[in-house]
């Protein structure tokens, strides 16, 4: 008789969790699930491998979930601003003794030519930014735009989401784009121009995908509201899918 198949819930989010999966959907020894929140209207799935969508519950939830699914193996591969999931499926794996590994990609250096305000949360790039009327691309997702609503309403904004953000939130002067990356350098720089963008308020996801309008931004000495990501707890992490993949792959044969 075979080996049982190991269970492995990979909770997804990003370009790496995407990568990670395709890795892993013809490996036989394993079945993945592969879990999104269900934030983006129309999700990438993956292929050959089963897919849920939506929250678990909180952490309670997450263990029911866990020992229902009899999962072997945890990897948390969200994004580096979704703290509370990240959080959650960190107690979760250690109250059921399941192996976890968190898989962050590193944030943005800042690098010479780049004129960036490092701000710790949302409120204070709202601060930043200030009250003198500016031309401001937007690229922070759509939870958080309310924010710059309710606080500052003379800006002129360009909003770049993957689906449109609600009316309700949305700042009296405002232009939506919605658009999925990966984006180049030299169309970020001719978005960035066309549109006479003073200011970029962006928060410092890491990665390739979205880097572009960083380049962009340097070149024409635009400056960048950087929102730092938010503090994880000291977890079992690696920065880049081939260690996640590797660090399952020596689990399974341990
Ligand atoms: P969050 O604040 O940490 O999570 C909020 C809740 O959403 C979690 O407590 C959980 O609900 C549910 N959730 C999050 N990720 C999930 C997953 N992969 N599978 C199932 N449920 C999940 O996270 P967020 O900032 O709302 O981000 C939500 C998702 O969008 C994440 O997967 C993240 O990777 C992705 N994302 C976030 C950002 C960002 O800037 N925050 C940017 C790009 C992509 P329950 O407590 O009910 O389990």
Redesign the pocket.
Known sequence: MGQKRKKILL????SE?SQLVHCLQNNDSIEVIF??????KNPVLPRNVIS????????T??IMWLKNNQIDFLI?????????????AWKAAKICGIPFLNLQRPAWQKRDGDHWYEVNSIPEAVKVLGHRTLRVFLT??R??ILLFKENIIQHHYWIRS?DKPDDMVLPSHAEVITARGPFDVQSEYDFLKQYHIECIVT?N?GGQTVYAKIDAARKLSIPVIMIQRPVMPQLPSVSTMDKAYQWLMSHLQG
């Not at 909770?11 to 990003?14: F, S």
């Not at 849920?52 to 952490?59: E, I, P």
């Open positions: 909770l997804g989010g990003t969790a879990s999104l929140a269900g934030v983006t849920r969508v939506g929250g678990f519950g909180g952490v939830g997450l948390d591969a969200t994004h580096p601003f979704a703290l509370q999931m990240t959080n959650n922070i997702g939870k958080d993957v928060k996801s």
